[in-house]
């Protein structure tokens, strides 16, 4: 039988403070229907002054892992492989998951980052499922987390409506690929020539080998929106149906779509072009924005909340990102506990 990283456990986190459509109509020149009739969004969490990526990170794989741990023995619990996808590490210099493991009390465990920007979670479970599947390593702990509060103009109403901060994280485990839960396979591109499409253009490596003088607002995130929007429907799509076409699923077919949760009109698109009904692709960027390699996951741990996403089911994930990149990969759900509530209280963004 061949080998597969199998998931195993499933935790996310957003942050407490919340901003609201009508929280930005009240400091930028946008109103509550712009916003939701062009993004689906209705409101997103941000983190607090002195906080970073790695607290996200690390109340998201807290709660994978105490999922994972449920029922198990004491050696079914550890992880010896952490994978980070975040495009706002907490520094340039060092990686933010060695600190992850470390706060998490795992120990001297391999841990990296990986920068995918929103395909970030597609790229990180496919690093990991390949080490497994190597021998690498035994156990993975996979998490998407950004904090894009943290560079984002904030006088920029579209970005500041699209964006949001959260993290979700799943335990992978060695084992095979008939069970439910593993990974059946990826899909993964890239194309390089559209590197400015989706950008912080200030603070790299090409940026400070030069005289020239860093433009006021370099150091924020821009993306071309409707270059993006056009990109994001075709890459997906190709991508999830390439996956599909492999895996042998175009009969009976996909049972729910989880891809990133850029905008609800991208959403709906790829659920047209892949043939499904409104139903079956998972939306959850309404309460929580976009939160870039966090928003899978996220959106994983909201679905078999609500009960959307059930054990048996077949689960496709897709996601599209800077650089440009997408990817896509494909699993039975398994039956996992319920995930530890990721929103906690809710309270209005301080002034």
Known sequence: ??????????????????????????RLDTTDE??????????????????ATSDLAVEAGRRAL????????????????????????????????????????????AAFDVQAVCTGFVYALATAA???????????????????????????RTTRAIFGDGAGAVVLRSGQAHEPGALLGFDLGSDGTGEDLITV??????????????????????????????????????????L?????????????????QANVRILRAVGEQLGLADEQVVIHLDRVGNTVAGSIPLALADAVTAGDLRAGQ?????????????????????????????APTLRKEQA
Do not use: Y
Request: aromatic residues 4%; charged residues 20%; glycine residues 12%.
């Open 314 to 342: 077949r689960v496709l994930l897709t996601g599209f990102g800077g650089g440009l990149t997408w990817g896509s990969t494909a699993l039975i759900w398994p039956d996992l506990p319920l995930p530890a509530p990721h």
């Open 130 to 156: 390949g080490m497994l599947s190597a021998g690498t390593a035994r156990r993975a702990l996979v998490i998407g987390a950004d904090a894009f509060s943290t560079i984002l103009d904030p006088e920029d």
């Open 66 to 109: 105490a999922s994972a741990s449920d029922g198990g023995t004491a050696a079914d619990h550890e992880v010896d492989l952490v994978v980070l996808a975040t495009s706002t590490p907490d520094r340039p210099c060092p990686g933010t998951a060695p600190t992850v493991a470390a706060r998490l009390g795992l120990g001297a465990v």
């Open 201 to 242: 253009r200030a603070g790299g490596s090409r940026q400070r080998s030069t005289a020239e003088q860093v433009h006021a607002g370099d150091h924020f995130f821009t993306m071309a929106g409707r270059a993006v929007f056009t990109q994001a429907v075709l890459s997906m799509s190709k991508s999830a149906q390439t």
């Open 34 to 51: 712009w916003i939701r009739t062009r993004t689906g969004i209705a409101r997103r969490h941000v983190i607090e002054r002195g906080q």
């Open 244 to 260: 599909i076409d492999r895996v042998g699923w175009s009969e009976p077919g996909v049972d729910r779509v989880v891809a990133h």
């Open 1 to 26: 039988m061949s080998r597969a990283a199998v998931v195993c456990g499933l935790g996310a986190w957003v942050p407490p403070t919340v901003v609201t459509n009508h929280d930005l109509a009240e």
